[in-house]
């Protein structure tokens, strides 16, 4: 009678081994068992949600403060860069201060579409459809960017980002513009609002457009608009797009002959603001 109950705990030891097995599989080699997948990312995704909400300052172990002092962008030392770009503008950003921003590798934190104000899309757009949604999404005063963060694709005003409606955590900010006409603009912007309301991608996946993060959906719309961006950055596990790969290539494609201008990268250095253009 003893040789059963030995029987079943060795079948459960032998299927809690597979199921670990199985999940560490799918963390290494994404997308090759989906039903496993879909285990791993129920877990995963509020796990990472949760992680992208601590701060540093919550860390009892951990005192910043000394090293960042005077080096945070505001909203409204911000704004005044931002009158040079036109809607279709690509930005990119470099927040600290979240315990997660550690796990990402990349210089560049999270990159978006920049819409700038309703006025100002109103006067570049020509699809009534497109403008009919956007009209409904904004207001007549914020500045707007489209991007994907934790809750996924969506319009927001632009000083959502990086905690500058409370204490900005925003220390880099780089931006280009396209050297084309309005309707290049237009589409690259049209494109990339087809995204909207696609959930973030917990799982980094560049290629899969199902769920998207940040410089993925700069990615695929850029590719939508005949420009395919093949570098990428290899991690432990992943092979992704990251914002640094966006704005590498960005960079190498801006200037006379290249498709981009290139703003510069604002900066704060001892509360001076600073504007870095490469060598």
């Not at 309703?118 to 707007?144: E, G, R, V």
């Not at 991608?201 to 998207?212: A, K, L, V």
Request: charged share 20%.
């Amino acid at each position: 009678m003893k040789i059963i109950p030995k029987i079943f705990k060795k079948i459960i030891w032998i299927a809690l081994v597979a199921f670990v097995a199985s999940i560490v599989f799918s963390l290494l080699f994404p997308a090759r068992v989906k039903v496993v997948d879909s285990i791993r990312m129920f877990a995963q995704r509020p796990i990472i949600k949760w992680m992208g909400k601590i701060k540093m300052e919550d860390i009892p172990i951990i005192n910043s403060q000394d090293t960042t002092t005077g080096i945070d962008i505001s909203f409204e030392e911000l704004n005044e860069y931002l009158n040079d770009l036109t809607p279709g503008s690509i930005i990119l950003t470099r927040t600290r201060n979240y315990a997660i921003s550690g796990f990402i590798p990349s210089m560049w934190m999270h990159a978006g579409i920049y819409l700038g104000t309703k006025n100002q899309l109103f006067a570049t757009l020509q699809s009534q459809n497109l403008l009919s949604t956007l009209d409904s999404l904004m207001n007549d005063s914020d500045i707007y960017v489209l991007d994907s963060y934790s809750n996924g694709v969506s319009v927001r005003p632009i000083k959502e980002l990086s905690n500058m409606i409370e204490a900005s955590y925003l220390t880099h900010f780089a931006s280009f513009s396209f050297n084309d006409t309005n309707e290049q603009r237009a589409l690259f912007i049209g494109k990339g609002m087809e995204y909207l309301g696609r959930e973030y991608d917990y799982d980094w996946i560049t290629e899969d457009d199902e769920t998207i993060f940040c410089s993925e959906l700069l990615y695929h719309t850029l590719k939508a608009v005949g420009i395919n961006i093949k570098d990428r950055t290899t991690t432990v596990s992943r092979v992704i797009f990251t914002p640094d790969n966006l704005f590498q290539h960005l960079l190498n494609n801006s200037g006379q002959e290249g498709k981009f201008t290139f703003h510069g990268t604002v900066y704060k250095e001892e509360d001076t603001i600073q504007i870095l253009f490469p060598m």
